[in-house]
């Protein structure tokens, strides 16, 4: 494993619509266990396989026991609304509230090639929904509301 460089806003490739994973092989096992690392170390909740320079659909969260891998996710039902309290790890020192599904289900791919569905509801739906964005070239700031200065040292995410 490897940490791996993150990329901030401003940089193009965050605004390019990431390719499908077409083979899941050792490259892709790599960039998974990759981002997890990357992730911890920049003690986030989430991260997308743009947010380190490559234009994949993979995403990772990991929330207290809960860690995901998704490749290829696609979001094929959802229900509700909820204002939602963002930040993100490729646009430091900022924050927002952008309106998101209060429940999604989420349908992908494994690191093992299976397809799986997972139900998040409230926070999760929300992060789940923050880094599947990053996957088409979205940031939150595109959809956010009062931006407004983000300490992760002293600010809490709700």
Known sequence: MALRQLRFEGDEILRKKAKPVKKIDEKIITLLDDMRETLHDRNGVGLAAPQIGVLKRIAIVENEDEFYEFINPEIIASEGTQISNEAC?????RQGDIERPMKITV???????????????????????????????????????????YNPDTDTID
């Open 89 to 93: 790890l490729s646009v430091p020192g």
């Open 107 to 149: 349908e992908a791919l494994n690191r093992d090639g299976e397809t799986f569905q997972v139900e998040a509801e409230e926070y999760m739906a929300s992060v789940f929904c923050h880094e599947f964005d990053h996957l088409d070239g979205v940031l939150y700031l595109d959809r956010a509301e009062n931006i407004r200065p």
